[in-house]
């Protein structure tokens, strides 16, 4: 394989990769094993082999005694992966027999686990040890935070297992803290038995870390069940293009997003969207104004904010105050409940700006609900199925904007529209509201969202969520044809033939 990207070096990005050759959206860039992966720091205890929680008991490794392990029948087959490997093991038993180091002390150190096994990768593996030196850790900023308190428990466990012998161990635990936490993806856990859900892990991909943040970016990130990172290009990338990955929720208003990329981050972001007040036109952070009442206000200066249309300013407090009223309204509501949905959507949308990232996250939520319904009563309402299909249309263009190309929302959103046509299609249909041809060229709109969903969600790892839902849609995309082919029958049978009357939407 020809390399797809190189790595290169500028002042204002540092060390970043561009694009060795023109990608098609879609096409893999880097494909990359975790350096290290292992519990958040602030996980509840897990087993050290294979990461499932340790909810009420556990035993010990059999060989060193120390490690705490999944009880009964040990961890399950699946995971073949298995974490806690002899090196470890081994230094494990040393440090038992040495240090009278014991199973409770891993207990209450769990959230160090990560930063531990780091270390122990200079050992076993110097070359990659000196390239995970190398990633960015913003040391020196986190010296003046509380972070740097926070891990000093991490730096005391590690200091006293002895396995860093030089006088710098405070210095290099913080350093391996702050690279772990600048750099980590979130990874998927085990699936929990009989849970169905899984705790997150974090892992550091060397080749992923040197992804350069962009709140648009170019790239979609996956992370399979081996624990491999994938990034294929979303869009066109040209040869010699910086490639961009965004660390951030694309559906959060620059406020939002710059805080938590300044928080975990330690930067603050300057690309196109974030200089830009409208965020690509969409106003997602928009209030509508007062005086004039239609135009929208967004943020001009540091203090300021001003309406594009009457051009009246406004004090920073007083919008920032309004927002927070809102977004105080939204934590309190009931996300499961339409009713309360509709009303909170109703009131703010006289405030805020109709894509604002209130309304977006309230509309998301509410879909979501309206789609269960639908699904779960046996004669779902029209009315039901119209106020979701809007929902996820009005959704849509937003998306295309803030997530252009290869989106995995983007993708789920494309997927319920077309799932709602199908359904809405078919009631119309079975009530005689709309006749043979009218139900095939609602099924062939329909066709249209499916199989653009279906070319974002095959790039995702089958055992995933969007895998599952990937599968899914593809039983659906052959049940789709078998229904027209079946209502073409039907329009045959009456003598006549089909000619599209639906215009391409
Ligand atoms: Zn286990
Ligand atoms: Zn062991
Ligand atoms: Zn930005
Ligand atoms: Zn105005």
Known sequence: MHARYEIQRSDTLGRHLAAAKDLKPGETIISDEPYVLGPTSDSSLVCYNCYLPLISKFLVCKNCAVAPVCPGEGCPESLSKKCHNSTECELFRDLKLTKGVGPMTMVQNVGS?????????????????????????????????????????????????????????????????????VNSFEVRGPPIPALGYSQPLRGVYLKASLLTHDCVGNTHVSINDNNVLVCHASMDIKKGEVIYYNYTDPLK??????????????????????????????????????????????????????????????????????????????????KKNEKELEEYIRNVSKILAPNHYLLLEATQHLAGVLRDTINREPHPTKKLMR?????????????????????????????EIHATMVQLAKKLFDSREITGTGYMDKLLNAEKYLKRALEMLFIEPGNSPEGELCAKALEEYRALKVTMNNVLDGIHAEGKTYMTTSKSE
């Open 253 to 334: 208003g620059t406020s939002l997003r710059q805080h938590h990329l300044l928080v975990g981050k330690y930067f603050k972001c300057n690309c196109d969207r974030c200089k830009d007040c409208t965020e690509l036109g969409t106003n997602i952070s928009s209030v509508i104004c007062t005086e004039c009442k239609t135009g929208y206000v967004s943020k001009s200066s540091d203090q300021q904010w001003t309406c594009h249309d009457c051009k009246k300013q406004f004090d920073h407090s007083n919008i920032e105050h309004k927002v927070q009223c809102c977004s105080d309204k939204f934590d309190v509501i009931n």
């Open 387 to 415: 106020r979701k299909l809007q929902l996820c249309q009005e959704l849509l263009p937003i998306l295309e904007k803030l997530c252009p190309g290869i989106s995995r929302t983007k993708a789920i959103t494309l997927y």
């Open 113 to 181: 686990l990560l930063a531990l096994r780091a270390i122990l990768k200079k050992e076993t593996d110097p070359k990659a040890w000196e390239e995970f030196m190398k990633l960015e850790t913003h040391l020196e900023e986190r010296k003046k935070s509380n972070i740097w308190e926070y891990y000093e428990n991490t730096v005391k466990f590690i200091t006293s297992l002895g396995v860093l012998d030089n006088t710098q161990d405070e210095y290099i635990v913080q350093k391996v803290c702050g690279a772990i936490d």
